[in-house]
C-alpha cells in the first residue's frame, strides 16, 4: 500500500507532539528523536513528521516559510462523523489550536479548520456516505455546494 507523509515545520517539538496527540493521532518512538516525530495519522498509510526547523531545513536550500504568516498548505483529514470533526476541534482548540475560518457545513460535507500552535492548518471534515459514493450530486442538499 502506499503511504503519505507530510513533513510539517515545528518551533516547539515536545508542544507539537502534544498537541498532535490531544487530536487523538499517536506518536511513532521508532520514528522519533530529539529533531523530529513521526505522527501515525493512518496506520500504514498517513503520517506527518513533525521536525525542528533546523532540522526541516538540511532537506532543502531554499528557505522555510512561516506557516503562522503564510499558508502554503491545508491538510485535510476527513472522519467518520461531523462529532468527531468538532471534537477533534475542540480537542486541538483546548491544546493551544486556533481555528480562524468558521465552520463550512454545505450540506452533503462538514468542514473545519485548525492550526497548529505553529501555524499549519489541517482541515478536519466529514462527507456525507451517499455524497462520498456518488458524488455531491448524490446528496439531496447538493444545491448548498453551488
Known amino acids: 500500500m502506499t503511504s503519505m507523509f507530510v513533513n510539517l515545520p515545528v ?3 515536545e508542544r507539537a507532539k502534544a498537541f498532535y496527540t490531544a487530536i487523538g493521532f499517536r506518536i ?5 528523536d530529539h529533531n523530529a516525530a513521526c505522527v501515525v495519522v493512518e496506520d500504514d498509510h498517513s503520517y506527518f513528521m513533525i521536525l525542528v526547523r533546523d532540522y526541516f531545513q538540511t532537506f532543502t536550500d531554499r528557505p522555510i516559510g512561516d506557516p503562522a504568516t503564510a499558508v502554503s498548505a491545508s491538510t485535510a483529514i476527513f472522519l467518520d462523523s461531523r462529532e468527531a470533526v468538532d471534537a477533534t476541534v475542540a480537542a ?5 489550536g486556533v481555528e480562524s475560518h468558521p465552520a463550512a457545513d454545505y450540506g452533503f460535507m462538514y468542514q473545519r479548520q485548525l ?4 501555524g499549519n492548518v489541517l482541515e478536519f471534515g466529514y462527507m456525507d456516505a451517499a455524497a462520498a459514493a456518488g458524488g455531491p450530486d448524490a446528496f439531496a442538499g447538493a444545491d ?3
Open 28 to 32: 511513532n518512538p521508532d520514528f522519533s
Open 11 to 13: 518551533i516547539d517539538l
Open 115 to 118: 492550526s497548529d500552535p505553529d
Open 144 to 146: 448548498a455546494w453551488a
Open 92 to 96: 486541538g482548540l483546548a491544546a493551544g
